[in-house]
């Protein structure tokens, strides 16, 4: 630092006597009461705090106690924002509260201005949010890597994005992969087929990217389609619609998430793409999924590229190859036919020659026979098909059991070139049957202290609007309720970054429906990123205004603060639409008990555990109890008094 930075004087905060004193921004800053030094090498060894409403440093207990203050130990006032400097240890934070004369303060943007208050450097251009996981806190800063967690910090990634830009972005942090499918793990390999990122999604797991930038045909995708879907595997530029997720495990690195591909041919894929090719002996008797064309490997129930369900009923294509002509037919064949020439990859024009054409001619009559027999087929099965989804309907397996179900008779109906008419007399009477349960489902899920639907309900409630969806793709309503069930079942597995993306999308869909607002703000609240939750959480209120969920919600974003008295309300009002749910009693019972009003507190625990209570079963009850008895006796001392 220079001389100017370390001769200036400073206000400094001792934890130990909570005195302040005054000192010199020097190496070595000592207590004025104990005579203890704070530090031996100041905003060079140890992380400081700065509160930029009082003008205070004092050393930080991040590093030591492993955890981060809420609010300034000096003024109280909640820390709402922090900016950690990328030149010194010092970590600024401020709150909402107004305050005059700041000396320096923390923008919209997460930079300090005018400068970090500590080496006063202004802060790099390349700012980024960071949330913790080892302190736990939420800063922002220019760093390469967090100091505590040591993860890895990267630009926020949007998707779609290319392989090659993707791996730019990354470079710094890339560990190379191979797939070992015995063990189906990816253990780091130089030279790997595989490129992970690791960090990206979390301290525990990767992307994982294939080190190809550019597919040269169908070929180069099958090394990476245990990792991806791709409806569309060609010759062309490799972009990522969504990435596949790896986490840590003993020896490398277990998929977590399959991610999706595209496919961006260039001009030369294009030109060759419109070239028709003939499938050569390594392909002979591969099955291939009739929807998408993906390959179908053994044991798959699914396809990988479309989601298109495999069944009996609806075997996937057999790709086979030509018969080869004999020598000297090529002479039969007339002067526009076309034959391929394999030392070119180019179809070219064969000359027409007066030779013989019998053999062509049977072949023609051959083809146009096969033909007619395949379009009776088709015409005599399409009534079976209509029978089997009709007895499928009848018996109510909607979407189960594989291979008997209505949704594999409906995909089998619509592959077999069924009419719009057929298949919309059979949509309006399974449309009803498939939203009619999960909507009623989300119904009650939303109502104030209801249990929560199990997982195989939430994935049954998934697939049935899924399908639905399908059938009414400009129906928002019924995709953004898709949406939220799918991001469900993504917050139950711990896979919250998946959830915050699908919630986003339902409230998009419906703009009306006020449960995917409020599972955004709720999933932030959980981040501690209060001020990000709090616009997602007054949306939904001004969706459902008469429903208590999202005000709850609201003052616990400002509970954890410690803005008591703008989070009373909002619990107020969730209790004045759900008066006998428990939770919002149980927080105003916390606010008065903080408070000092124990008799107000009494009231609100004894709410919490009387028999009319809802919502208690995953609260908890003894904590409460303990909380009771407690502020029972201070009530009576203070009565007694």
């Known amino acids: 630092m220079s001389a100017s930075v370390l001769e200036r004087e400073i206000r400094v905060y001792c934890p130990t006597h909570k005195t302040f004193f005054g000192a010199v921004a020097a190496g070595t800053i000592t207590c004025r009461s104990g005579a203890h030094a704070l530090t031996q090498n100041f905003l060079a060894d140890e992380f400081w705090e700065y509160c930029c409403d009082c003008q205070s440093f004092w050393p930080s207990e991040i590093a030591r106690e492993g955890k981060g ?20 240890t010092l970590l600024s934070v401020e709150s909402d509260e107004a305050s005059r004369r700041k000396a320096h303060t923390i923008l919209p943007s997460g930079g300090v201005s005018p400068a970090c208050p500590g080496c006063l450097n202004p802060p790099g251009p390349r700012l980024l949010k960071h949330h913790c996981d080892e302190v736990p806190l939420s800063f922002t800063t220019a760093r390469a890597a967090c100091p505590f967690c040591e993860v890895p910090l990267a630009p926020p990634v949007s998707f779609p994005v290319s392989v090659a830009d993707y791996l730019d972005a990354a470079r710094s942090k890339q560990v190379e992969a191979t797939l070992d499918a015995q063990r189906k793990l990816l253990p780091p390999s130089a030279g790997g087929e595989f490129v992970l990122v690791p960090g990206a999604n979390g301290r525990e797991t990767a992307v994982a990217l294939p080190r190809l930038t550019r597919f040269r045909d169908r070929q180069d ?4 389609e245990n990792f991806y879907s791709c409806a569309d595997a060609r010759a062309g530029e ?10 840590a495990a003993e020896g490398g690195w277990r998929l977590r998430e399959v991610g999706q591909f595209e496919v961006r041919p260039g001009p030369a894929e294009q030109v060759a793409a419109a070239t028709p090719a003939r499938p050569g002996p390594a392909d002979a008797g591969i099955l291939f999924c009739p929807q998408c064309g993906n390959r179908k490997q053994p044991g798959d129930d699914f396809c990988g590229g479309c989601g298109y369900r495999f069944s009996p009923s609806a075997p996937p294509a057999t790709e086979t190859k030509p018969p080869e002509l004999e020598p000297g037919d090529e002479t039969e064949l007339m002067a526009d036919d076309l034959l391929y020439a394999p030392e070119t990859g180019i179809t070219q024009a064969v000359a027409q020659t007066p030779r013989r054409r019998t053999g062509l001619v049977l072949g023609v009559l051959a083809a146009v026979a096969l033909g007619v027999i395949v379009v009776v087929l088709a015409l005599n099965s399409a009534p079976s098909a209509e029978r089997k989804l009709e007895a499928a309907i009848s018996r109510g397996n909607l979407i189960t059991p594989s291979g008997e179900s209505a949704y594999d008779y409906y995909r089998e109906l619509k592959n077999s070139g069924a009419s719009r008419q057929t298949l919309s007399r059979f949509e309006e009477r399974l449309l009803p049957l498939l939203t009619a349960k999960p909507k009623q489902m989300l119904v009650e899920f939303a109502a104030p202290g209801t249990p929560e639907p199990s997982l195989s309900e939430w994935q049954e409630a998934s697939q049935t609007l899924s399908w639905a969806s399908e059938m009414r793709p400009g129906d928002g309503s019924i995709a953004a309720r898709a949406a939220y069930c799918r991001g469900r079942i993504a917050y139950l597995n711990d896979r919250k970054d998946e959830a ?40 939904a209120t001004r969706r459902d205004p008469n429903w208590a969920l999202p005000y709850n919600n609201l003052g616990t974003s400002y509970y954890y603060q410690r803005r008591y008295d703008e989070a009373e309300p909002y619990y107020q009002k969730a209790v004045e639409l759900s008066p006998n749910w428990a939770r919002p009693h149980a927080w105003l019972g916390d606010i008065a008990k903080n408070r000092r009003a124990y008799a107000r507190a009494v009231e609100e625990y004894e709410t919490v555990l009387s028999p009319s209570a809802i919502g208690t ?8 109890r303990r909380r009771l008895e407690e502020v029972r006796e201070l009530a009576e001392q203070e009565e007694y008094e």
């Open 238 to 247: 490799v972009w990522v619609l969504r990435p596949s997720v790896v986490e």
């Open 69 to 88: 203050r809420e609010q300034c130990p000096a003024c109280d006032r909640a820390a709402a924002r922090r900016f950690l400097c990328d030149r010194c």
């Open 617 to 624: 079963s995953s609260m908890d009850l003894p904590t409460i």
């Open 221 to 224: 995708y099958y090394a990476y």
């Open 500 to 539: 915050m993306t699908e919630w986003k999308k339902a409230a998009d869909l419906d703009k009306t429906w006020a449960v995917s607002a409020n599972g955004v703000g709720l999933i932030y609240n959980e981040r501690r990123e209060y001020n990000a939750a709090r616009p997602h959480l007054i949306e």
